[in-house]
């Protein structure tokens, strides 16, 4: 093997409001966004049979299934960002923790040690929050 590694990285959206406390300005009042969520997963091994590291609508199907419960809502009454304040950077957190069980609790993904590199989430064009692997 040449040391490299396979990557794959899908994209979806969806709409929410939020209001960062301790903000000290607009955003501290109720606002929403339409988010953009991207991520990226990596691996040294492909699936055998495929040849291909996740099926991309394995992957999307995982990432809706998080954005699902966050879409339509005030991320406020969510119970992790009752805790956490809901900034772009711990939506991304929260998504990439959520995203990396959801692999992990896939036995060939897990043996494969398919990754999550990183979770970033845009409320807008040009500014984005990222979560990522050390």
Wanted: some cysteine; charged content about 30%; aromatic content about 8%.
């Amino acid at each position: 093997m040449d040391g490299g590694v396979f990557r794959v990285q899908v994209s979806l959206n969806f709409s929410a409001a939020h209001s960062l406390r301790n903000y000290g300005g607009k955003c501290e009042r109720l606002h929403g966004h339409n988010f953009v969520v991207e991520t990226e997963v990596e691996g040294r091994e492909l699936n055998r049979e495929v040849e291909i590291l996740i099926d991309f609508k394995v992957l999307k199907g995982m990432l809706e299934e998080i954005l699902e419960e966050l879409d339509h809502t005030n991320l406020n009454d969510h119970p992790y960002f009752k805790k956490n304040n809901p900034s772009s950077e711990n939506i991304a957190k929260y998504i990439f923790d959520r995203l990396t069980s959801k692999i992990y609790a896939i036995e060939d993904l897990k043996k494969r040690e398919i990754r999550v590199n990183w979770v970033s989430v845009s409320e807008n064009k040009g500014s984005k929050g990222i979560y990522a692997r050390r």
